[in-house]
């Protein structure tokens, strides 16, 4: 099974490298030079189908990688938007501590009660804190802190999420 674990961002130097934004716990795990991403594309962009990893590094915080594949900026433009895939490590098939944003989508959310309170639309992996995105039933899209004293249950199994909101939390996503 592959698992989603980086989408690229901008370029960082002349010599290929771009940013990523994570959607892994293990990047140190994950990027290791030689390491062969499947990848995923907007179609025309001429994007290959794998890349293999050339470099990885930490600045300020943001992780660079570079790819064997493209030589400098330009190529590196190209990348902007794509999607980085591994293929699911044994230790993270047996990781029960985190979830992927592939296994989250379209999962039901529902209040401690078993209230429907909408599907999971996406995974908002941020510096400080994951925030779980809801799609709410009138469409609205309300982001959720990822932490277990709001989301005290993931059951992929059973394709749900249990989200104990405090009150406010989700008609604030109505109000922006």
Do not use: C, N
């Not at 980086?6 to 010599?15: C, E, N």
């Not at 959310?109 to 799609?135: H, N």
């Not at 749900?160 to 939390?169: I, K």
Request: aromatic share 4%; proline share 6%; hydrophobic share 40%.
């Amino acid at each position: 099974m592959s698992v989603l674990v980086a989408r690229i961002g901008k370029p960082h130097s002349l010599h290929g490298e771009v940013t990523v934004q994570l959607h892994s716990d293990d990047p140190e795990g994950r990027f290791v030079p030689g390491t062969v991403f499947a990848t995923q594309a907007a179609p025309g962009t001429g994007v290959l189908k794998e890349l293999t990893l050339r470099s990885a590094r930490k600045h300020k915080e943001i992780w660079l990688l570079g790819f064997e594949e493209i030589p400098d900026r330009t190529g590196a433009e190209s990348l902007r938007g794509t999607k980085l895939f591994a293929d699911e490590t044994t230790e993270a098939a047996e990781d029960d501590e985190g979830w992927y944003e592939d296994e989250l989508l379209g999962l039901q959310v529902v209040s401690p009660a078993g209230e429907a309170l909408g599907d999971v639309a996406g995974l908002d992996i941020g510096a400080a804190q994951d925030r779980l995105i809801v799609r709410l039933p009138d469409g609205v899209l309300a982001h959720i802190p990822f932490v277990e004293a709001i989301v005290p249950e993931v059951d992929i199994d059973g394709g749900r999420v249990v989200v104990d909101a405090p009150p406010g939390l989700l008609e604030l996503a109505r109000e922006q």
